[in-house]
């Protein structure tokens, strides 16, 4: 009996061994697995989404550091350089007014569109492949993480079926407006912090709603959670690009003017709450920004007002239904409509605009969809700037644009930027169309809605960016040569010097990382009448000189006022060394101009240097 027990006491055992095994919850590793299975879909659509745009951006990977986007490659320069210099933040070499350009003044890096946090989150490439590569993965990333953030917030918050979503999230990430914007405007097309942001706000207004049964004291707390959420998104966002966010903040306040339109009642009452949630975020969001904001109002080298002319960027009214020159079936005969090709904005397609507003009217029961076409039409409006342009020509029909004008921070908009607006707009029409015609009873309408809006967007689908090759940076820069000539964060000044129009020099730091820092340069700055805004400074009479030379390959009569002038402005820029490239055009010319007023030159790899 005993021994009976005892082994019935051990098959018990036995059994209960397996049975509280599998009562115990799996771990990590072993959910690992199920859960990348049930992520599959999602997973393909965004392995989409960055092929996508790998091919969009295909003719700069075949070498970043000898491609360039040929529609405009000044503003790539731009890019790198400002590439490089956030990699000086892990360096603890960080300030809101930078010396690494325009020596001796520096810039302030808030009125530029400067990208620290894109750039300081890159850094790790930047260092490994050099900030031209960096470019690459900025432009093509920008474009990827846009559509995926979209696609997201269409499937959890929208629950739309994830077909839809990838249509409307693909129309977000690559509408013509954003292919255009990656020409060299990565601030511009950096939008996936917006769907992030978006929900925010959404949540924030469902938990202010007391009509819903999660109300109470965890409502509360997860609300004042969203609200600091919210502030820590924003602050992000001003530090990824200060436009978008000013876009995204009008787009919302609209949306809320068409909720208020469409459900008064919902309206009133979510406000309070709501509104209380919103102002702890302004305050959290103020604590942070106070300085930063400051600094790019009222800081050294601010600028006092927006530099770029609200009447000539503003959207053409015949731009809207015309094809970008960036779009597989466009015309470069468009392009007259625009200021330029990173300005494609409103080029949304004939089309399109005829769907977007039979879609709107067949979905206008939907409480989502006044508060759409109110946000729309508003920003369409605005991206007219003052006084409305049609096929060229400027008439004198007002335009609410006028109303901004001249305001503080509005005016550092551009007003055909406000057309970027309708991009999710229109994308978040075509995703609940799709929707309801996937549940609809009638055939007709299952067919006829997608065919509809393949009809609209494939005319529109974006080409591949045109690049083009450019120069090497001289092997004295890349070898790391340019340590003897300007150690310890030295003054090196290129020859000729980087301006606007020309900013090539501002490759070679680049390539050195923002390791020694440069006269002139491109930016954006005081240096107008009156301490107005400007592009670049003003050029020391040497630099200006040189330039003279570099352009015409005429040397110049050197006199004694000349070598006088030239020393001063050495001092004036402290500069450790100049360095003329021997590859440079007129080089004979320029070479002969420096020695007439600094002596010999030395030679350096595939350069001439004068140190001082």
């Known amino acids: 009996m005993t021994s009976t027990a005892r082994a019935a006491q051990d098959a018990d ?61 000044q503003d790539q320069i ?119 942001l978006v929900w925010c706000v959404v949540r924030m207004a469902q938990l202010a709603d007391p009509a819903r049964p999660e109300g109470g004291p965890p409502a509360n707390r997860r609300l004042l959670g969203l609200a600091a959420l919210l502030a820590a998104l924003v602050c992000t966002q001003v530090f990824v690009g200060e436009e978008v966010l000013f876009l995204t903040a009008g787009a919302l306040a609209l949306m809320t003017v068409g909720y208020a339109v469409a459900a008064p009642r919902h309206v009133r009452r979510v406000l309070p709450r709501f509104s209380a949630a919103l ?78 507003v039979a879609l709107a009217w067949w979905l206008r029961r939907r409480p989502l969809v006044i508060p759409l076409v109110v946000t729309g039409l508003i920003c369409a409006w605005l991206s007219l700037g003052p006084r409305v342009v049609l096929d060229g020509t400027r008439t004198e029909t007002w335009a609410p644009y006028s109303l901004l004008r001249d305001k503080p921070i509005i005016e550092g908009a551009l007003p055909m930027r406000f057309a970027l607006v309708l991009i999710p707009v229109i994308a978040t029409l075509l995703v609940l169309a799709l929707d309801r015609a996937r549940t609809s009873t009638l055939g007709a309408t299952r067919i006829a809605v997608p065919v509809a809006v393949a009809a609209a967007l494939i005319p529109i689908a974006p080409a591949q960016l045109p690049t083009a090759d450019r120069a090497p940076v001289p092997t004295f820069i890349t070898a790391g040569h340019w340590r003897d000539c300007a150690p310890a964060d ?88 100049l360095v003329l490239a021997q590859s440079e055009p007129n080089a004979a010319a320029l070479r002969q101009t420096l020695e007439a007023l600094y002596g010999p030159a030395t030679t350096s790899a595939d350069v001439w240097t004068w140190r001082f």
């Open 13 to 73: 055992s036995g059994q209960a061994t397996p049975a509280n095994e599998s009562d115990r919850p799996p771990t990590r590793t072993a959910r690992l697995p199920e859960g990348l299975r049930r992520r599959r879909p999602d997973l393909a659509v965004c392995l989409f989404f960055l092929l996508a745009a790998g091919w969009l951006t295909y003719g700069l990977w075949l070498d970043p550091t000898t491609r360039t986007l040929a529609l405009n490659p």
């Open 78 to 196: 731009l890019i790198e350089w400002f590439m490089a210099n956030d990699t000086r933040i892990l360096l603890g070499d960080f300030t809101l007014v930078s010396d690494r350009l325009n020596a001796p003044d520096g810039f302030n890096m808030m009125t530029n569109a400067t990208m620290i946090v894109p750039g300081l989150l890159l850094t790790p490439v930047t260092l490994l492949f050099g900030a031209a590569t960096t470019f690459a993965v900025l432009i093509a990333g920008n474009l990827a993480a846009t559509s995926i953030g979209w696609y997201f917030l269409y499937t959890r918050t929208l629950r739309a079926h994830r077909v839809s979503a990838v249509v409307g999230a693909a129309f977000c990430g690559f509408a013509p407006g954003m292919i255009s914007q990656s020409n060299s405007h990565p601030h511009m097309t950096a939008q996936w912090l917006v769907p992030a």
């Open 279 to 356: 102002l702890v975020s302004a305050a959290l969001a103020a604590v942070v920004l106070a300085y930063p904001l400051w600094v790019q109002f009222y800081g050294r080298q601010s600028i006092p007002n927006g530099i770029f002319s609200p009447d000539y960027f503003s959207a053409d009214l015949a731009s809207y239904p015309a094809i970008s020159p960036l779009s597989l079936f466009g015309s470069a005969e468009a392009a007259r409509l625009s200021t330029g090709a990173a300005e494609y904005n409103s080029f949304l397609g004939l089309p399109l605009l005829v769907v977007a």
């Open 490 to 577: 030295g003054v090196l000044v290129p020859v000729p010097l980087p301006t606007p129009q020309k900013p090539e020099k501002m490759r070679w730091a680049a390539a050195a990382n923002a390791e020694f820092r440069l006269p002139e340069g491109f930016f954006i700055a005081p240096y107008a009448a009156g301490g107005k805004a400007s592009m670049g400074t003003y050029k020391q009479p040497t630099s200006a000189l040189l330039s003279e030379v570099a352009e015409s390959g005429a040397v110049p009569g050197i006199t004694d006022a000349n070598r006088q002038q030239a020393t001063r402005d050495v001092a004036f820029w402290d500069a450790s060394c």
